[in-house]
């Protein structure tokens, strides 16, 4: 099941297929040796990984990683426009953002 997910996600796309082949194989040799708990230890590392990275100040987790309550009324569940609207929420008031300027 990981080897198909992973060939399928591997031509969405084509400039990531290197670290996709790389991470491929980590999993696979992680899963052939430890088993489901290498497949969770591989997917835990990739996910702080994630958690870790900033992009121009705001993280790529950024409404569920750095928890913020007006983020999360629209990661499970989409909320209408009109109460996205109301929030006058800005990138900088996101918890965690440093932006400069």
Known sequence: MVIAVSAISSYAVPNLYESIALLRLIFIVLGGSIGFWGISLGFLFVLINICSN????????????????????????????????????????????????
Do not use: E, T
């Open 54 to 101: 900033n992009l121009y100040g705001v993280p790529l987790s950024a409404p569920v990683a750095p928890f913020g309550k007006r983020g999360m009324r629209d990661v499970l569940i989409r909320s209408s426009w009109k109460k996205l609207g109301k929030s006058g929420a800005k990138i900088q008031d996101m918890p965690g953002a440093k932006l400069k300027g």
